[in-house]
């Protein structure tokens, strides 16, 4: 192909071109339309042009990747598949501002991206330089890059050198008769091969001994959390007894306050205070599963007690990780992205957790997670769930796990799990159980999630299953909002029934607070027959900081 002093190579014309990209393996340029929003290929070699039109506002960089492209986009960072055109979100570095884009960004040579935002509105200068790590976590450079020139201001007239090293060289030396080591051949003298130790000192750059610095103190450092939060109910009978309890008020209040210490290399420690009172609706209305998940911490009313404490170390390059302590094992069991925090998302119970678990309060315990980030991962791990056991024989819950990520075509991120448990709760022996679970991401803003579960009992079998939606990415009022939909049903052998239907509303007031508006109904098919019905509207305020 002749070269003048340019050639249009473009079929169509972009409104803002951006971010060239030589792809070396597949012999083609990528680049961006940002405002169309349009992925632009184009292979010299056979004059081949493609474009696919991404479903965002702005579409500001494009970066390679083994399985495809990395875009930056007004949603986040999204991977892309040319083969399907398939999208799915990996990570949002700015969920709370929907004003602003990502823009420019490049990959380093670890992997990692690099990517400005900007407010493409106002134009103002209010963007930040952020980096996501390959395994997806976000980390705003912009702070750390002014800790960095401070110190090197208050650095630049010092030598940087490094602790002192031990060197071995490999000399070649030539001895004569006479035992004479020469560096040079001489007459008579023989070559051999020595060894010379010494010690050197190396010039470090100062951003090297900074930084150096600096991940020494973030990995030994305490960080202290907390996580507060307020929720009102209301009750009233919908169906059943006319005797029963109707057109009642309940209030829980709650306050986790959390300790994160680095202790030695891939090595954390962590401990949960929670404290927590207040009235809930499960003192005087019979349901199966808690009505307000905030009641399974509820020990003692108005006093502090230890949730959680455990040790967390890592090995295989983060693949393997053991936790050892006070923990709740159905944070690694079964834990399902769009239904499993009862204070972001449902707030019955029964779209938490799955009740065929059986695990009724946090107890020592152990689990070993192996999850390489990609294809199959496994659990495996004990909980004592009696804080009034004598010892760690009674009333102890064994569980394993099997999971699986998968990435369907024209779909997002999929998990589907199956767990099996054991345990010797009931003083007669062990019983057993099993259930399967799924999250599937339909789109950038949809995730379908299930459980099923079926759990030993005196004579037959108890059963549960559960399903619904999740909403997010902008699938609401603002970007950071979340809301959803869903339904639960248990059957124990005793032929009683339950069934749950709940919707909530997560609006984000701030990063640091949230509101949400919960309405939640419960239908209960008691012994003999009788039915009650039940709904809740509710509201809840959940504080981070």
């Known amino acids: 192909m002749s070269i003048r002093a340019y050639d249009i190579v473009g079929r169509e014309r972009d409104r803002l071109g951006e971010v060239p990209v030589w792809s070396v393996r597949d012999r083609c340029l990528w680049w961006v339309d940002v405002l169309t929003p349009t992925l632009r290929r184009y292979a010299p070699a056979t004059g081949e042009h493609a474009s696919w039109t991404i479903p965002v506002r702005s579409l500001g960089c494009v970066a390679l990747h083994a399985n495809g492209l990395i875009l930056g986009t007004d949603v986040g960072v999204l991977a892309f598949d040319p083969q399907s055109g398939a999208t799915s979100l990996l990570a949002q570095p700015e969920p709370d501002k929907p004003t602003h884009r990502l823009n420019d960004g490049r990959c380093d040579r670890h992997g990692r991206l690099w990517v400005g935002s900007m407010n493409e509105r106002a134009f103002v200068p209010e963007g930040t330089l952020f980096r996501v790590d390959p395994d997806l976590s976000v980390h705003p450079m912009l702070d750390r890059i002014k800790v960095l020139e401070q110190r090197l201001k208050d650095l630049e007239t010092t030598a940087v050198l490094s602790e002192p090293q031990t060197r071995t060289k490999r000399v070649e030396v030539y001895v004569d008769p006479q035992g004479g080591v020469h560096d040079e051949p001489v007459p008579g003298a023989r070559k051999t091969v020595t060894y010379q130790r010494e010690r050197v000192y190396r010039r470090q750059t100062m951003s090297e001994q900074i930084e150096a610095a600096i991940a020494d103190a973030e990995q030994h450092k305490v960080e202290v959390g907390v996580n507060a939060g307020i929720v009102a109910q209301f009750g009233f009978r919908t169906q059943g007894d006319t005797a029963a309890p109707t057109n009642r008020a309940y209030e829980l209040a709650s306050a986790d306050l959390f300790f994160t210490a680095g202790i030695a290399q891939n090595t954390v420690f962590f401990a949960d205070l929670v404290g927590l009172g207040g009235t809930h609706p499960e003192n005087e209305i019979p349901t199966l599963t808690l009505i307000n998940g905030y009641s399974a911490r509820l020990q003692n009313q108005n006093q502090i007690s230890v949730r959680e404490a455990w040790l967390r170390t890592e090995v295989m390059s983060g693949k393997l990780a053991m936790v050892a302590g006070r923990m709740d094992l159905t944070n690694y069991i079964d834990h399902n992205a769009a239904a499993n925090d009862e204070t972001s998302q449902f707030l019955s119970d029964a779209l938490v957790n799955n009740p065929m678990l059986g695990l009724t309060e946090n107890g020592i315990g152990f689990v070993s997670v192996y999850d390489p980030k990609h294809g199959f991962n496994g659990k495996f791990g004990f909980q004592q769930s009696n804080s009034n056991a004598a010892s760690l024989n009674e009333s102890l819950f064994t569980m394993g796990e099997v999971g699986y990520v998968a990435r369907l075509p024209k ?102 607070l949230k509101l949400s508006f919960h309405l939640s109904h419960f239908l209960e098919m008691q012994q003999g027959g009788t039915k009650l019905g039940y709904l809740f509207p509710g509201v809840r305020l959940q504080a981070n900081f």
Do not use: C, M
């Open 411 to 512: 779909t997002g991120e999929g998990n589907y799990r199956f767990w099996y448990r054991t345990d010797n709760a009931s003083g007669t022996g062990y019983r057993s159980g099993f259930g399967t679970s799924i999250d599937q991401r339909l789109s950038p803003r949809l995730t379908l999630f299930g459980r099923y579960g079926e759990a030993e009992a005196t004579v037959n079998w108890n059963s549960f299953y559960s399903g619904g939606l999740k909403f997010d990415n902008g699938f609401g009022f603002f970007p950071g909002d979340v809301w959803g939909l869903g339904y639960a049903q248990t059957h124990l052998q005793t032929s009683e029934k339950e069934r749950v239907i709940e919707g909530f509303y997560n609006l984000s007031l701030t990063e640091k």
